[in-house]
């Protein structure tokens, strides 16, 4: 039997409050409350909610910000890099999935960002904490 990795509580100081949808679109507020979760090797979920955005990661930024149209394939993606600099408010590309990932900037800490995101579990928006070098380039 092969042993599994303890696991480490932390402290995080987020949560997503729903608010309901207008015109079948979603976009969540984030506040800061103090909450338990648990952190894995490389980032930190800090909230998962179902949402008929949460199975596309381009759908998902278009619905925070607006960033045009063909992101098909992380060439795609790294071709509308405009800053490596992180930033509340931008749009981030990772090298994540097969065709890279989209994520939206909530905020930029010391070493890491936290940002919200579809499709990281398929069908659910959620809220990670990642580190910096895990993005590629911001739009």
Same mark, same amino acid.
Do not use: D
């Given at each position: 039997?092969?042993? &599994?990795?303890?696991?480490?509580?932390? %402290?995080?100081?987020? %949560? =997503?409050?729903?608010?309901?949808?207008?015109?079948?679109?979603?976009?969540?507020? *984030?506040?800061?409350?103090?909450?338990?979760?648990?952190?894995?090797?490389?980032? &930190?979920?800090? %909230?998962?909610?179902?949402?008929?955005?949460?199975?596309?990661? @381009?759908?998902?930024?278009?619905?925070?910000?607006?960033?045009?149209?063909?992101?098909?394939s992380?060439a &795609?993606?790294?071709?509308?890099?405009?800053?490596?600099?992180? &930033?509340?408010?931008?749009?981030?590309?990772?090298?994540?999935?097969?065709?890279?990932?989209?994520?939206y900037?909530?905020?930029?800490?010391?070493?890491?960002?936290?940002?919200s995101?579809?499709?990281?579990?398929?069908?659910?928006?959620?809220?990670?904490? *990642?580190? %910096?070098?895990? @993005? =590629?380039?911001?739009?």
């Amino acid at each position: 039997m092969t042993p &599994q990795p303890a696991k480490t509580e932390y %402290k995080t100081e987020y %949560k =997503i409050r729903e608010y309901p949808a207008l015109y079948a679109t979603y976009s969540p507020k *984030i506040e800061k409350v103090e909450k338990i979760e648990y952190k894995t090797k490389n980032h &930190q979920i800090i %909230k998962a909610i179902p949402s008929r955005l949460g199975f596309n990661c @381009v759908e998902y930024a278009k619905s925070k910000k607006s960033i045009g149209t063909g992101f098909g394939s992380l060439a &795609q993606k790294l071709a509308k890099v405009k800053t490596k600099t992180p &930033q509340a408010g931008l749009v981030g590309v990772t090298g994540e999935g097969w065709v890279g990932h989209l994520v939206y900037v909530e905020e930029v800490k010391k070493e890491t960002l936290i940002i919200s995101e579809g499709n990281y579990r398929h069908g659910f928006i959620t809220v990670r904490e *990642i580190p %910096k070098s895990l @993005v =590629i380039g911001f739009l």
